[in-house]
């Protein structure tokens, strides 16, 4: 096994040149130019070259696992990238948008399209997944240009934004537990939608169908469906996918690819397979699992240690004991989605039920690197690639999470 790379050899790839820019009306940013993007950013510089590096490494992972790249003529990504919300805000209204409830936005505008980022207090591997989601969005407007049906390119920004970028390598196709969990109770309260309707619904109708029920739900269904169509219905169904695809990469309309691809009922007939495979035959990967783990367990220290330092457990199994007495949770916001996670689920801290859980849980050990500035890392054992969690402070002093897969 090859340990990942260093971000000092990491960094070395992307070359990062910074540019001096005049000051706009709001904010005064420094552009940056990699191999493949450009950057405006007020943030220091090497939370840039990591982001950025990570955008590079992601936009490369579009390509190699869709076999599609830029159409002629495509501007290189642009993305904004803001050291705290209230630039990010100030950025959107400038360019007539409102970015309440997100946590990220990609937008197309007559001039070219962009990514707007927050960093914030916003742990770090989630910004990096809301760059997954985003970025393809981008991507896709190079790619495909604007033909992506709505389910299409939200699930499809789903399926990547879980995606695992290591050592400059892009691995797609995780299946984690907390989507499954979601669907199939969803399934069991008949909450879902039928799948001609998902992949119906237009631009207006999806976010119509968003104000009125349950957001996450819509979403894990596009991602559910995509994920089905690759990886859930064997190889004739995946090549049906791949061929829809490259066909609207080569300017077919969405109707023409889908009945050259699928046949005159397109995807209608595959509905309870889908369902099948959603609801039972699928079973989660551990490594998507374990990371959730690790990032709940990631947010509860830095909250832990700025407000009870003195109360840091030695123990993983007492970071779970002292979170479930708090009554601690955690709630994440992407898209307008919101998610929340519980110390009391047993995903994050299972009890004598986790050999019932599938799959079952890696063991996570909490390790004091002798600083008391920064919380005590994470290490999951029992997992492919291992998974490690570290902390640093950026040049504001804020609290930096890192996972490092070796």
Known sequence: MNPCRSLAALLALVALVALAMPATAQDKLIAYR???????????RETVQAIAAHLDHTLDGYRQELGVGSRAGSARPMMYLFADEQGYHRHLSSVGLNGRGSGGMYYSMPAGTALAIPLGETPRTRTLQVVQHEGFHQFAHAAFGAGLPTWLNEGLAEYFADAL???????????PATRLDHLRQAQQQD??????????????????????GDARTQYEQAWSVVYFLRHGDGDATRRRFDRLLAMMAQGSSYDDALRAAFGSSGLDTYEQRWLNVIGSSLEPDAFSTTRDRVLFAAEA????????????????????ELLKRAN??????????????RADDPRYFPGPEASRLMPRPANLELVRLGSADLPPSVSAV?????????WSRDKQGRLIDHLNYE
Do not use: C
């Open 34 to 44: 990699t191999t493949k993007l450009d950057v405006r950013s007020d943030a220091d």
């Open 165 to 175: 970028v290591r050592g400059g390598r892009f691995t797609a196709g995780l299946a």
């Open 191 to 212: 909450k879902l939608i039928s799948l001609a309707e998902l992949t119906r619904l237009d631009g207006q109708a999806w976010s119509v169908a968003l104000r009125k």
């Open 301 to 320: 220290l830095r909250w832990l240690h700025a407000n009870h330092p003195e109360l840091m457990p030695k123990t993983y199994k007492d970071l779970g």
């Open 328 to 341: 601690y949770s955690t709630t994440s916001t992407s898209h307008g989605v919101s998610v929340v996670r």
């Open 382 to 390: 029992g997992v492919w690639p291992r998974i490690r969690l570290t």
